[in-house]
């Protein structure tokens, strides 16, 4: 399978997802793929980074740690689609 460059999500892309509560919607399934991570850039203000850091010094973990915690905890309040 040929890589693909993911520029964003089009207009068109979002409206050929089947709607939530329709029968396509709760026939598809999701697939995941966890060979690679894909990398995420996030820019935050700087007392934000430095509250950050500080977490990271005192509970001996990386960034990438606290924030993939924190995105997950997130992600968990929203169920999906089934």
Not at 5 to 22: F, H, N, R, V, Y
Not at 37 to 50: E, S
Request: charged share 20%.
């Amino acid at each position: 399978m040929a890589k693909q460059k993911i520029t964003g999500l089009s207009a068109a892309l979002l409206e050929q997802a089947p709607q939530q509560g329709t029968p396509e919607a709760q026939s598809s399934t999701i697939v995941v793929q966890t060979k690679k991570p894909v990398v995420q850039t996030v820019k935050v203000p700087p007392d934000i980074y430095i509250r950050l850091k500080t977490v990271c010094a005192r509970e001996r973990r990386s960034s990438q740690d606290i924030i993939l915690t924190a995105v997950r905890e997130y992600l968990g309040r929203f169920p999906l689609a089934s």
